[in-house]
Each structure stands twice: as C-alpha cells, then as structure tokens.
C-alpha cells in the first residue's frame, strides 16, 4: 500500500499546487491513499493563516467527486509553538481533522528558513532551543498525530548538520514522550531534496523510536509541487523495512490504522 501522508496544497502559503491537480497526480502514481497536510502557523508576519473552513469545503468536493478512485484524508501541519497553543486548540476543536502532524518552524515568531531565529546564535544553542521548543509544545499541546520531520533544523542551520549525538538526551525524553502519549513520527521524504546527509528523521532517531518501543510511524512527501507527489516513499519504506520496523500507519478521525509494511 502506497501512501503519502504530507502534502501541502495552494491553501499553503508557501504553494501553488491545486489540491485537484495533487489528487490527480497521486491517482497516476499509483497511490492508494493521500492526506493534506497544509500548513498552519499563527503569529508569523511573512505567512497568512491557512483559510480552513474553505480548505475543508475544497477537500470534501474533491472526496466525493474522486472516492471511487483514491483514499482522501484531511489533515493540517500545525507549526506549533509554546505560545501559540490556544490559537492551535482553537482550531483543532473546530474541526474534524483525520490527522494532525506538529511541527515546530519558528521560535518566539522568528523563522528558521530565512535565518531569523539562528541569526547570533551558535550552532549549539541553536539546536538545543529547536529540540526544547518540541518537547515544550508536546508538554502543552496535545491532539496531534505525529511529530513532523524531527530533526529538520539540520536543513536551516548555517553551521551544517548537527550531530544527533549533541542532543541525544533531550532526543530520547521527546521520542519517550511521543510514545508514552501515544503519538507517533512521520518520516519525511524532503531529506532528497534538501541533500541532507541522512533520512528526515536520522536512522539513528529512528532506531531510538523504534528500540524504546515506538510503532507509529507514517510517510510523507512534503510536496509543494508535482514532481514530489510521492517522492522516494517505496525505498524510505524498505530502509525502515530493515530497521525492525513491521507496520505503518495511516489516520481516520486521528485514530491510526496499521497496515504491514
């Protein structure tokens, strides 16, 4: 079973990729079922909130009218930070989403991606805040499905990758967090295109997960455009595959539904 369960739309600020022409795509790659992730960050001056009440209109006109054809799910990436958890409570109690991964794209308002939050920092106090960002929004937020593209700092950190070993600890207290409230991680696929030296999360984080007991795992492009529609998830799944890992999930009404790998 072929799935891809990180897909961003153009009701995401950051694409322009029509959610019929994402279905449409999925369809010819043969993958059975796809859920929209698009994104939601509050607070955030150079994003717009994503409209999701026409977001979800969009997507149950194109569930009804492609049931026969493909698996839909409706979901949002939340870029969630500790201050802005009511904003995201809010918007989860005001809809019924399938599935919910959490992100963590900013701290105190400031951007990774364009370098605002790294800015005078050093590569370790930029990694630690990052990873207790996480774990803090986990403390305080908790209707969420997976932990999205962990440790994506490494593809904004001015200074290179940095070694998982750095900040292992504060690694092992999220991944035993994730598992002991019941949520799971995503492996994400952008790793290719990021050209970063490892999977999105590391295989050395996903051995962690997986030898302290985690088993919720899905697969997600991150696509923002056609040609990553389902990108490189076949070969993710045989690499965890040889991991140990035996199943995978996918999500109804945030309830994860395994399926062997």
Partial sequence: MLTDYHMHTSFSPDSQFDMEDEIRCAIEKKIQEICFTDHVDHNILVNQDCPLKEYRMR???CKEKYQNQIVLKWGAEFGVQTHTVPLFQKD?????FDFIILSCHQIQDLEFWNQQFQKGK???EINEAYYQEIYQCMQLYKDYSVLGH???IK???PYGEYEDDQVEDILMEIL?????DGKGIEVNTSNFRYHLSDLTPSRKILKMYYDLGGKILTFGSDTHQKEH???KI???????????????????KMKPIFHLL
Avoid: H, P
């Fill in 122 to 124: 050093s590569q370790k």
């Fill in 234 to 252: 076949e070969e993710v799944k045989e690499i965890v595959k040889d991991m140990g890992f035996k199943e995978f999930v996918t999500f109804e």
């Fill in 176 to 180: 035993k967090k994730a598992i002991s």
């Fill in 229 to 231: 529609v389902g990108y």
């Fill in 92 to 96: 989860f109690d005001m809809y019924d």
């Fill in 155 to 157: 593809r904004d950190d």
């Fill in 150 to 152: 962990l440790d994506a």
């Fill in 59 to 61: 997507y149950e006109a």
